[in-house]
């Protein structure tokens, strides 16, 4: 039966590259696929943007494509992602760019947008899931909506050609699923191929968790070689069976554990797993060890989707102030407690205007190490003081407080830290598919 092989190359944003240059390079995979975004990333990104109307898309995409893009021309593997973020088309211009700097002729990148789905958002009359409140009470503290679109304007994408396909926010697992949907010619009504391919995107979109990452507790679950943590392979066969593998000699593991606990990971329902092409079903997914480092998963099914898109909603909810101050030595814990009491009571007496202060104790060992350290009494504690305010001004007044214990406050305070910064949050809201309408522009190295 013939298979097609993925390869994850990134499990979010700010993903090591090293893996994905050994998949480009040893990998022997046919797609090598970047998941980048997480819930509020292309909120950030869409701040970004306004800053300066070429950013926006991912700011490791130029290291990325300078690492990966060589190896996989001459290894003819096509590379899908969601690096454009907030800008797909600058993102595939970049892209172009470095391939022209490579010596890449004949290239070519396809950019997909049509997520952005803002204006309509705010002429709309939407609620969002989370909080039951009308998206119109944000009001201008709106900064993105960005709706997860499915597979096909990926697929198109390929069908004409495209070496690289960069888009903006897609559903996760279509990253993954959209390849094999070209690849294999499933129908877009084949639901349990959709279920199945849709599996295969899960267990793979976040690339070293399934391998070890996030997994790994030492005497209870090892992980061998973690610095040298491999990313997963998936061997796709047409009927939508896969074998999680990896990299042979890379770090990291393949098992029975680090795959169950991904394939259980974001899931609220097993047998109702909303995307956008395919309701999926892993509810009868069984899985077996096949061989060292090889893991095949079948029984996952789908159904219909629902028709309705989820669109995350970026606004600007509050501000954080924070200050740090570390007490070491005789007497640290006191000296600690003593500080953030003075602190709070500060903050109440200067009136700063707060909706929500946390002040704690933090470290055992960070200053002077081990050999210093230990007892009932620590050797060093630090003190973290952060709070909730409406505005950046009243932020920053917080970590000027925490600043001012250096001569303010209890003996041998040091290593005083503050920052203030915007807060930027997410909720959700559902609209008609129909409402986005995807749309690909290519452009050729």
């Known amino acids: 039966m013939r298979t097609i092989k993925l390869g994850s190359g990134a499990g979010y944003a700010?993903?090591?590259?090293?893996?994905?240059?050994?998949?480009?390079?040893?990998?022997?995979?046919?797609?090598?696929?970047?998941?980048?975004?997480?819930?509020?990333?292309?909120?950030?990104?869409?701040?970004?943007?306004?800053?300066?109307?070429?950013?926006?898309?991912?700011?490791?995409?130029?290291?990325?494509?300078?690492?990966?893009?060589?190896?996989?021309?001459?290894?003819?593997?096509?590379?899908?992602?969601?690096?454009?973020?907030?800008?797909?088309i600058a993102a595939a211009e970049k892209t172009r760019a470095i391939a022209k700097e490579l010596g890449l002729t004949g290239l070519k990148i396809?950019?997909?947008?049509?997520?952005?789905?803002?204006?309509?958002?705010?002429?709309?009359?939407?609620?969002?899931?989370?909080?039951?409140?009308?998206?119109?009470?944000?009001?201008?503290?709106?900064?993105?909506?960005?709706?997860?679109?499915?597979?096909?304007?990926?697929?198109?994408?390929?069908?004409?050609?495209?070496?690289?396909?960069?888009?903006?926010?897609?559903?996760?697992?279509?990253?993954?699923?959209?390849?094999?949907?070209?690849?294999?010619?499933?129908?877009?009504?084949?639901?349990?191929?959709?279920?199945?391919?849709?599996?295969?995107?899960?267990?793979?979109?976040?690339?070293?968790?399934?391998?070890?990452?996030?997994?790994?507790?030492?005497?209870?679950?090892?992980?061998?070689?973690?610095?040298?943590?491999?990313?997963?392979?998936?061997?796709?066969?047409?009927?939508?069976?896969v074998d999680i593998t990896k990299v042979d000699g890379s770090g990291g593991q393949i098992s029975l554990a680090t795959c169950?606990?991904?394939?259980?990971?974001?899931?609220?329902?097993?047998?109702?797993?909303?995307?956008?092409?395919?309701?999926?079903?892993?509810?009868?997914?069984?899985?077996?060890?096949?061989?060292?480092?090889r893991v095949r998963a079948t029984g996952a099914t789908g159904a219909p989707a629902t028709g309705l898109l989820k669109v995350s909603v970026g606004y600007v909810d509050s501000y954080i102030g924070e200050g740090q101050i570390s007490y070491a030595g005789p007497g640290a814990l006191a000296r600690g407690q003593l500080a953030r009491e003075v602190v709070r009571e500060r903050l109440a007496l200067t009136r700063v205007q707060m909706s929500e202060l946390r002040c704690d104790l933090i470290g055992v060992d960070a200053l002077h190490g081990e050999a210093l350290s230990g007892g009932r009494e620590p050797y060093e504690v630090r003190l973290r003081v952060t709070g909730r305010t409406a505005t950046l001004a009243e932020a920053v007044r917080i970590g000027n407080e925490v600043e001012t214990l250096y001569t303010n406050g209890p003996a041998g305070g040091g290593g005083a830290w503050k920052a203030a910064r915007e807060v930027v949050a997410v909720q959700s809201i559902l609209v008609p598919a129909a409402l986005a309408r995807p749309t690909i522009q290519f452009v050729e190295a």
């Open 14 to 88: 700010g993903d090591r590259i090293e893996p994905a240059l050994e998949l480009a390079e040893k990998g022997d995979i046919d797609y090598l696929v970047f998941e980048c975004l997480a819930e509020r990333t292309i909120a950030l990104a869409q701040q970004a943007k306004m800053r300066d109307p070429d950013g926006g898309y991912d700011p490791l995409l130029d290291a990325r494509m300078r690492a990966v893009l060589v190896p996989c021309r001459e290894r003819r593997i096509r590379i899908v992602t969601n690096m454009g973020a907030a800008n797909p």
């Open 110 to 241: 396809a950019a997909v947008t049509g997520d952005d789905l803002l204006d309509a958002v705010r002429a709309g009359d939407f609620m969002l899931e989370e909080s039951g409140e009308p998206v119109a009470n944000l009001g201008n503290r709106i900064i993105s909506a960005n709706a997860y679109l499915g597979v096909v304007p990926i697929i198109d994408a390929l069908a004409q050609g495209a070496d690289v396909v960069i888009t903006g926010r897609v559903g996760d697992p279509a990253l993954f699923l959209a390849p094999l949907v070209h690849e294999f010619g499933w129908a877009m009504d084949d639901w349990e191929r959709l279920g199945r391919g849709t599996l295969v995107g899960h267990l793979l979109e976040c690339a070293g968790q399934i391998t070890g990452g996030y997994f790994a507790d030492p005497g209870h679950k090892d992980v061998a070689s973690l610095a040298r943590l491999g990313f997963p392979i998936g061997v796709v066969a047409e009927d939508g069976t």
């Open 260 to 293: 169950k606990e991904q394939m259980l990971y974001e899931v609220h329902d097993p047998a109702r797993y909303l995307q956008p092409d395919v309701v999926g079903d892993f509810s009868g997914v069984e899985m077996e060890q096949v061989g060292p480092d």
